[in-house]
Every structure is written in C-alpha cells, then in structure tokens.
Nanobody
Framework: QVQLVESGGGLVQPGGSLRLSCAAS????????MGWYRQAPGKQREWVAS???????FYVESVKGRFTISRDNAKNTMYLQMNSLKAEDTAVYYC??????????????WGQGTQVTVSS
C-alpha cells in the first residue's frame, strides 16, 4: 500500500558527503514520523535519525552535527544529508515511514535499502 524508494547511496571517501532520498508513493492519508536505520554486516540494526511532521529532528549521538534529516511533505520525500562521513558510517541505510492508510490503520513501511560505503 505504501512504497518507499531510496536513492543516493554510493562510495565516498572519509570526510565526504552523500545525500540519501526516500520517496513515498501509494495509497495513504498521511505520513507521520519518517526516519532512517542502518545496518552493517554482522552488526545489529541501528536507528540513525527520525523526523516528525513538523520537522522536529532526532539523531543518534554518533551522527549529531554531521547528518541532517529533512522532509518535503508536499513531495512525500525525506532526505538525509550526510557530511563528514566516517568509515564507521558504512552500512546499508533503510528509510522508514509511519503512514496512515485508513482509520485505525497506521503501519511502518520500509525502503529497500541503499548501500553507503565510506572508504579511502
């Protein structure tokens, strides 16, 4: 019912930047919280950032000051601007969106994941 398509991943050198995008499409009334998780091979999935409808943003401590999450509600699109990237940021990044598809029907939907590799 809701599809999230991620883009923007790739290979960058330490200190570089990437911008991830997550576009929502399908049948839904609204999207509440959106955000990002990441998972490196052999490691547990880690929450990275979230953003509420009003733009309030929250980050895991390790990315504060380097990452900026934003959203364009008119376009149903969320972004993660990643600056000063470090090797430890290497992971598959998954976006999520909490969407209301009907009365009493709010679910968390996930994107397909996009690989971010930070390496020299």
């Amino acid at each position: 019912q809701v599809q999230l398509v991620e883009s923007g991943g790739g290979l960058v050198q330490p200190g570089g930047s990437l911008r991830l995008s997550c576009a929502a499409s399908g049948s839904f009334f609204s999207i509440d919280v959106m955000g990002w998780y990441r998972q490196a091979p052999g490691k547990q999935r880690e929450w990275v950032a979230s953003i509420a409808m009003d733009g309030s943003a929250f980050y895991v401590e390790s990315v504060k000051g380097r990452f900026t999450i934003s959203r364009d509600n008119a376009k149903n699109t969320m972004y993660l601007q990643m600056n000063s990237l470090k090797a430890e940021d290497t992971a598959v990044y998954y976006c999520f969106a909490d969407a209301t598809v009907s009365t009493r029907s709010l679910y968390r939907y996930w994107g397909q994941g996009t690989q971010v590799t930070v390496s020299s």
